[in-house]
């Protein structure tokens, strides 16, 4: 198993103060294994998982049961509570814990549960604990080429090309298997279909409508896969409910669900300095690509997932506040990538199979926004620097230049 060290280093950087550290992400990403591997840094520590009846049991016999670890040395000791926010009264517990306990134990939090989002009342965690997300398998991860966040914003065109053909095995392997750790490190065909078949009914009937009280589990199961044939345009709302036969806020609030429980995400359209552009739609993306059977949106999708990784491990961090947006007009003119920093745009990046000349609106919205642009590809041996009257263009492999995303 990778020893995910993009996320130890944020666990790192945000375990050096006081708070607790909140460890949110989708189901069999690998949180449980990083917890475990953060662990091994520790003489001293304690897991609890609320999905395992035995650690349920203790905890409600004895809710301060880390309290009696037997410590080998003077140490402070981890403490690591999994899917804790399935028990009823979780943020005042930890609101509790926390107050009594900062200075003498850390604190480790772990669930597929939006845990910043979970659950409303209760009393407030604010500013007792930092939130970082581990996401499944990237190639910047795999790729292992270690390009610091300063050389990426000082030139986000700057690429490598070494190792060409090991990036494209990575890229093809997460296009086929997708990036969650078991089916990606199997490599088997049969197994990713067997895990995926099993993966979203799992998640939907039973941690989805036992948390949320969702009746139409039938429905919702549907809309989801509806979701693969929607990816790379912005998803009307409207449109699903008629298909579904359900009410417009009952497709909203699933497809708010699918975001919470991580199963998707989605990103809002740029307006500034954009003229004519819609306001409301939004583009949605999936965590389990295979499931996407057009190459053009596959590799769209593919591209999403890792950006969302790069810009929410770089807010987690405290270096900014990135976001992803897309670009689309009412004239049908569309850019598929914008980061945005602090709510000011650096970067477009556009997705295409095969063309190695920029788009013609990829060139219109550069000189509109006047910030960098990148063209990604799914094939080619090197890349190309295009000039766009006083930008620049970059013409890349979408594996090569994904994997020095920091």
Known sequence: MEERNIYRHIWHELSAGKQMIFLAGPRQAGKTTLAQIISREFTNHIYRNWDIADHRTQ????????????????????????????????????????????????????????????????????GRYFLFRLWPLTIAELGKRNRSFESFLKDPLGIDMEDAAAMNAIWSGLSEFSGFPEPFLRQKKAFYRRWSNTY??????????????????????????????????????PSLAQDLKVAYN?????????????????????????????????????????????????????????????????????????SVHFIKNKERQEVDFLIASDGQPILLIEAKLSATQPSTTLK???????????????????????????????????????????
């Open 200 to 237: 979203s009914k799992q998640l939907i009937r039973e941690d989805i409508r036992d948390l949320t009280g969702v009746k139409s589990v039938t429905d919702m199961e549907t809309l989801y896969l509806l979701l693969p044939s929607k990816i790379g345009n912005p998803l009307s709302i």
């Open 364 to 406: 219109k919205f550069q000189l509109a926004l006047g910030i960098p642009a990148v063209q990604l590809i799914a094939e080619g041996e090197g890349f190309r620097l295009i000039r766009n009257e006083d930008q620049r263009i970059l013409v890349a492999t979408a594996s090569q230049w994904l994997s020095a995303l920091p």
């Open 250 to 322: 009952t497709v909203r609030n699933w497809l708010t669900i699918f975001e919470r429980y991580f199963l998707t995400i989605s990103i809002a359209p740029w307006t500034k300095k954009i003229s004519r552009a819609i306001q409301k739609e939004r583009k949605v993306y999936m965590w389990d690509t295979p499931l996407i059977k057009d190459p053009a949106n596959r590799l769209e999708n593919m591209v999403a997932l890792e950006l969302w990784r790069a810009v929410t491990g770089w807010s987690d961090l405290g270096l900014g506040n990135f």
């Open 59 to 126: 905890f409600i016999e004895n809710p301060l049961f880390f309290e009696t670890l037997e410590r080998k040395d003077a140490s402070t000791p981890l403490v690591v509570l999994d899917e804790i926010h399935k028990y009823r009264d979780w943020k005042n517990y930890l609101k509790g814990v926390y107050d009594q306990f900062h200075n003498e134990f850390i604190f480790l939090v772990s669930g597929s549960g939006r845990l910043d989002l979970y659950q409303k009342g209760g009393d407030s965690l604010a």
